[in-house]
């Protein structure tokens, strides 16, 4: 984003002067690295905000940079003797799929052989994959979840 104010009637902020007078104002109440815009520095050793001749009395702001987090696929995999409602009932509970959506799912995975239940962040897929691993063992099935990165 880039700031440009006049240098009037804005208490909270800093004025920096030179030559030419008000030049660039600086928001004093924020932790974040200001630099006037339009130049980088060079080999004269004008740094950035340094006041060279490129000056364009523009200050911009750096964000800090933010990432988003990684996705993954969980996928359910077929196998011939956990039942289809067990995996119905699964995908309802688990992924929070309507009845509908979740026999959809189900049957393509009869089908096709694997089929996907959502894609998550990691943490997110991770516990899912749990979930449905503890429900089948726990109901002796043999119906496996895995998961993979996007
Ligand atoms: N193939 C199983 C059956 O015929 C049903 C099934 C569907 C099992 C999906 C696992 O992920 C699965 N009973």
Same mark, same amino acid.
């Given at each position: ?43 004269? !050793?004008?740094? @950035? ?9 523009? #200050?911009?702001? $750096?964000?800090? %940079? ?51 239940? !959502?894609?998550? @962040? ?9 979930? #449905?691993?503890? $429900?089948?063992? %726990? ?12």
């Amino acid at each position: 984003m880039l700031l440009r104010f006049a240098s009037s009637g804005l208490s909270a902020m800093t004025t920096h002067f030179d030559e030419r007078g008000p030049c660039a104002v600086i928001d004093s109440r924020e932790d974040v690295p200001l630099r006037l815009a339009g130049h980088d520095g060079d080999k004269e !050793g004008n740094g @950035p905000g340094g006041g060279s001749k490129y000056d364009t009395g523009t #200050v911009t702001k $750096t964000r800090p %940079k933010t990432k988003r987090p990684s996705l993954y696929r969980v996928l359910l995999l077929n196998d011939d003797y956990t039942p289809m409602e067990f995996v119905v009932l699964v995908l309802q509970d688990v992924f929070n799929k309507s009845r509908e959506e979740a026999m959809r799912i189900m049957l393509h995975v009869h089908n096709q052989g694997v089929g996907e239940c !959502g894609i998550f @962040p990691f943490e997110v897929a991770e516990t899912k994959v749990t979930r #449905v691993m503890d $429900t089948a063992r %726990k109901n002796q099935h043999p119906l496996q979840c895995v998961m993979e990165k996007e």
